[in-house]
């Protein structure tokens, strides 16, 4: 029996191992080309595009192409070293007393934008922000008291 399971694992791998990815060859090759170095991208086919997710170093990502191989749009999720000093001193000023929790970056071809969880000791603050420091918060959130 133990002989049957390990055979039928090993089956498997074998074709995980093997199985391509949902999307042609010439959308490989720009994202390749786009994000270099990219080891092990996980990649999601949908009826009219294809969805890759990855890290480059501290940095999860998202990058949307359509089935012609044009990228739509990235997210990227980072933490606070990552953001620009100009955009740190906008927040800084605005929410004193807050630190920067996480980002997500969403940019496409008619937008980039920013969406920051903030915190303090009592609260979480979300604020989307654009590339020239227009903020506005869309939602606060008492934390639980401990």
């Not at 595009?49 to 192409?65: H, M, P, Q």
């Not at 590339?131 to 606060?140: A, N």
């Amino acid at each position: 029996m133990k002989k049957i399971v390990l055979v039928l694992v090993v089956m498997i791998a074998a074709f995980y191992a093997n199985a391509k990815p949902p999307v042609s060859e010439k959308v490989l090759k720009i994202f390749s080309n786009t994000f270099p170095g990219v080891e092990n991208p996980r990649w999601y086919e949908y009826e009219n595009y294809y969805e890759a997710y990855f890290d480059t170093g501290d940095v999860k990502c998202r990058a949307k192409f359509d089935t012609n191989g044009k990228l739509i749009s990235t997210i990227r999720y980072y933490g606070e070293k990552m953001v620009s000093p100009y955009l740190k001193a906008k927040l800084a000023a605005k929410f004193p007393g807050k630190t920067i929790f996480g980002v997500t970056e969403v940019n496409s071809e008619n937008e980039l934008t920013y969406n920051f969880v903030l915190e303090d000791s009592k609260t979480w603050t979300h604020v989307r922000s654009d590339g020239t420091g227009q903020m506005e918060v869309t939602e606060k959130f008492k934390k639980a008291e401990q």
